[in-house]
């Protein structure tokens, strides 16, 4: 089945830095590629995602890009700012007809004023 | 409006207690999904309803049994459940013409005695 690798496990930045969380799967055939964000006591929240026919996604502060030869896709968040801070899952839907999310394992990224 | 409503937030229970979980939306979304939640850990797929039709079972234990009696409303039904079974469970929802974009409530947290 579909596995996905997700780094760093966690983050640390300083607000106004930038951060960039990657993440690799394994199924080729895998076409859409969304970013979860995750607030401490809450569901995930979706908050950009790729399809594969497109390299690169930008919403306001945050952008995804999309490798499909080399099998990766990162998340990045410029300007960062403490309400940033949270968990972040990438995530991938496998192929064969059932759309079913592999996530990876989450980046807890902290955001220090 | 992308809202997905849980009830209860929390749920405190005994292993010989019979308890519900409900979910609902008004999205017009026919796909609905149930995770389960440990601490620390992504989110794991425990049931897809598609047209208020199962269609996928993730081998989950006969204990937790799901239930979907209309397009708006997913109920997981909880009996004989054990101390391992404490997570927090959440639902998801997507639409027909974009089933691969999920969207989560904020979960419920159980917890077995």
């Known amino acids: 089945g579909e596995n996905v690798e997700q780094h760093p496990s966690t983050l640390s930045v300083q607000e106004g830095d930038s951060a960039v969380i990657k993440c690799t799967y394994s199924d080729s055939a895998s076409n859409y590629f969304p970013w979860y964000k995750q607030e401490l006591g809450k569901g995930p929240q979706l908050i950009i995602d790729i399809r594969s026919n497109v390299g690169e996604k930008k919403d306001q502060r945050i952008a995804v890009t999309l490798n499909k030869t080399a099998k990766h896709f990162s998340l990045h968040i410029t300007e960062t700012q403490p309400e940033d801070s949270a968990v972040y899952f990438c995530?991938?839907?496998?192929?064969?007809?059932?759309?079913?999310?592999?996530f990876g394992k989450g980046t807890k990224l902290t955001v220090n004023p | 409006d992308t809202e997905v409503t849980q009830t209860p937030k929390h749920l405190v229970m005994g292993m010989t207690n019979k308890k519900s979980l409900k979910c609902e939306q008004h999205m017009g979304h026919r796909a609905m999904y149930w995770y389960k939640q440990k601490a620390k850990k992504p989110p794991e797929l425990m049931f897809v309803?598609?047209?208020?039709?199962?269609?996928i079972n993730e081998s989950v234990p006969s204990r937790f049994s799901p239930e979907c009696p209309n397009s708006s409303l997913l109920n997981l039904h909880l009996h004989a459940l054990q101390p391992e079974d404490s997570a927090l469970y959440l639902c998801?929802?997507?639409?027909?013409?974009?089933?691969?974009?999920?969207?989560f409530g904020p979960g419920t947290r159980l917890l077995v005695l």
């Open positions: 998801a929802s997507s639409h027909p013409t974009r089933p691969s974009t999920q969207y």
């Open positions: 995530a991938v839907i496998t192929q064969g007809g059932s759309e079913k999310l592999v």
């Open positions: 309803y598609s047209y208020e039709k199962l269609s």
